[in-house]
Nanobody, 114 residues
């Protein structure tokens, strides 16, 4: 059974940066796309970035140019580098094989506040 553990969240000021990590056990990344999602308070979880099995990256318009998804296949870990953070980036962040093929992890909270 695949387990996903997200980490790296925290409190950051607007304009700041954070790097999130998602470690997966019970699967190998190499053959699968992986994605990041986020859920703001009172809202549905939404997709924000995908890295395909071939390494092609796609982003939601809301994060394009600010966030970068990457992966370390050997470590079965996917990352999300977040720059120029905005108040509206405040959310709980999750990773999964799109469109949610694995059981969801607990996520990691990112709070952007001055």
């Amino acid at each position: 059974q695949v387990q996903l553990v997200e980490s790296g969240g925290g409190l950051v000021q607007p304009g700041g940066s954070l790097t999130l990590s998602c470690a997966a056990s019970g699967t190998t990344f190499g053959n699968n796309a992986m994605a990041w999602y986020r859920q703001a308070p009172g809202k549905q979880r939404v997709w924000i970035a995908t890295i395909s099995s071939g390494g092609i990256r796609t982003y939601a318009n809301s994060v394009k140019g600010r966030f970068t998804i990457s992966r370390d296949i050997a470590k079965s870990t996917v990352y999300l580098q977040m720059n120029s953070l905005k108040l509206e980036d405040t959310a709980t962040y999750y990773c999964n094989r799109p469109p949610g093929a694995y059981s969801w992890g607990k996520g990691t909270q990112v709070t952007v506040s001055s």
